[in-house]
Every structure is written in structure tokens, then in C-alpha cells.
């Protein structure tokens, strides 16, 4: 991927100097409480780095008003930094690719924050952790990762590459955008009024439209900066088919349960990311309305 060089973002808030240990805990939208089993799913979900965990635990838009946190003192990346400068780069890219589209609908990008962590780090949605892999938290609009993450998606996940590690950062962003056109308030506001089999099926659309987005911003990154080499887009379509909810079911529990199903199968998730990609249309990222995923 061809990225040094290019516009590095001022949204970058890194607080690893802080060492982590977030304040306040995780705060339950609608009195509801959660048991490990709870827990430890949510932490599996975000650590495939689709739905936010705290999504799945109801704590976003839908589950309770945000948190008011008090977050330690942040500072800009290290000039030095390699992967924050690539994290930056990639930010500014999304930065500049969705306002422009944005621009087209008639109405104006907010940018969203991305904030460096490690361990873990209080934010308006509960207590971030590591664990959980890079995250979205509506309640402050900013994008959550420990690059450690990265490390283990070269060694652990199979997904190995830099624009594998964009398309994370792309896929996050993805989901800002569907808090500024109000996509994710209205699947939120769903929760609790569904049964669990279509509330699992409203995540898996809100995962695949996300992955859209990120081959919407692809497409246009592409055609404005070439920033495409040979392999990339391979990369990201395998750390796709690795995340797929059939792929990671298979190799934890030997077994595929679709009616589990929280982000999509390895075949979706390619698929959708690819139709963003081919088509940079906003409008064919529309997975809510899909008669077949």
C-alpha cells in the first residue's frame, strides 16, 4: 500500500504514554446484567474487530445514554512512530474520502477521533480493553485500538499485510458513518423489541455495511491517490473470509451455528466489502434493504 508520503490526520489522540486502566467500569444500558458466557462473546466479537463488544452488551445509542468520562491527557503520535504515522495516513484518507461523499449527499463529514490506547481505556460506551480488538464508540465518535492488534492479526488471525490493517481502520470508520446518517440509532433502538435470532441478523447487516464502507472508501482512495500495489486487495479480502463468522465458529468450536451468526460468513463479508470496492456507491452498501447477503 503507497501511504508514506501522504497527509498524516490532527483527529490522533495517543494516550499510551498513560498505560491504560480505564476509570468508571462498564455501565449497562436498561438495568440489565450480564454473566461471563455474555462477556466472553462480546469479547470474541470484538476481537474479530467487527461489531463493537460494547454493541453486543447494549451499551451504545440504543442501550442507555453515554457514559461521562474522564479520559487521561492524550498528546500526538511520536514523529518517529511508524504505525501511528500509517494509522494517521490511513485516518486522513478516510477523512478525506467521506467528506467528499458526504459533500455529494448534501451534507457535512464529521470527523471522527481515533485514539491510541494500550490495556485498556475509559470512553462513553464503558471501559475499552485491549482484548476486545480496535473498536467504534458512537457516545464520543471516536475509533478505540491498541496497535498491539495488529501483531496479532499477522500471527494469530492469518491476516498479515498493510492494507489488511487499513481496511480495519476503514471498517471502523464505517461505522461512524452509519452513526451520522442515524443507521446505527435505528438498529439500536430495535434491541430489546426483536428476538435474539433478529437482533443477531440486524448486526450481521449493520457488520456487512460497514465492510462496504470500507471498500467505498478503497474505491475512491484509488482513484484520487492510486494507493493500491500489487496483493493489497488480496490482503484485505483474506482478512475478511478469516473473520467470517463460519471461518472463526469452525476452527473455536468445530461447528457452524447461522442462527448465531453476529457479522456475516467469510463468502458476506467478501462479498460486500468487494461491492464497495467496485462500485464506490454508497448507495449499493444498502444491506438493510438486500434480499440475499
Not at 496483493?231 to 451455528?257: C, F, H, P, T, Y
Amino acid at each position: 500500500m503507497k501511504w508514506e508520503g501522504n497527509r498524516q490526520s490532527d483527529n490522533v489522540e495517543d494516550a499510551r504514554a498513560g498505560g491504560g486502566g480505564g476509570r468508571g467500569g462498564i455501565r449497562l444500558g436498561g438495568g440489565r446484567g450480564i454473566g461471563l458466557g455474555t462477556v466472553a462473546i462480546a469479547l470474541v466479537a470484538g476481537w474479530i474487530f467487527g461489531i463493537n463488544p460494547l454493541t453486543v452488551l447494549g451499551l451504545l445509542s440504543g442501550g442507555g445514554a453515554p457514559m461521562e468520562v474522564s479520559q487521561g491527557p492524550a498528546t500526538k503520535p511520536p514523529a518517529d512512530d511508524k504505525m501511528a504515522q500509517f494509522v494517521s495516513t490511513v485516518l486522513a484518507d478516510t477523512e478525506d474520502v467521506w467528506r467528499a461523499q458526504f459533500k455529494q449527499m448534501g451534507a457535512t463529514y464529521r470527523e471522527p477521533k481515533l485514539r491510541l490506547f494500550r490495556g485498556a481505556e475509559p470512553t462513553a460506551c464503558g471501559t475499552g480493553q485491549a482484548a476486545m480488538g480496535p473498536f467504534y464508540c458512537p457516545g464520543d465518535e471516536k475509533v478505540y485500538i491498541d496497535l498491539s492488534f495488529y501483531e496479532t492479526m499477522r500471527t494469530r488471525m492469518g491476516a498479515p499485510g498493510d492494507f489488511a490493517q487499513a481496511y480495519v481502520i476503514a471498517h471502523e470508520v464505517g461505522h461512524h458513518v452509519q452513526h451520522l446518517m442515524g443507521i446505527t440509532a435505528k438498529v439500536d433502538g430495535m434491541r430489546g423489541r426483536v428476538s435474539e435470532a433478529q437482533q443477531n441478523g440486524l448486526s450481521v447487516r449493520l457488520e456487512l455495511q460497514a465492510d462496504c464502507f470500507a471498500g467505498v472508501w478503497a474505491h475512491h482512495a484509488q482513484s484520487a491517490r492510486q494507493i493500491l500495489e500489487q496483493g493489497d486487495v488480496e490482503e484485505a479480502m483474506n482478512a475478511a473470509a478469516q473473520i467470517g463468522d463460519d471461518n472463526l465458529q469452525r476452527k473455536s468450536q468445530g461447528q457452524v451455528i447461522p442462527e448465531s451468526f453476529t457479522h456475516g460468513t467469510s463468502a458476506q463479508r467478501v462479498r460486500w466489502f468487494k461491492t464497495g470496492l467496485q462500485t464506490g456507491s454508497v448507495a449499493q452498501c444498502n444491506t438493510f434493504e438486500a434480499r440475499q447477503l
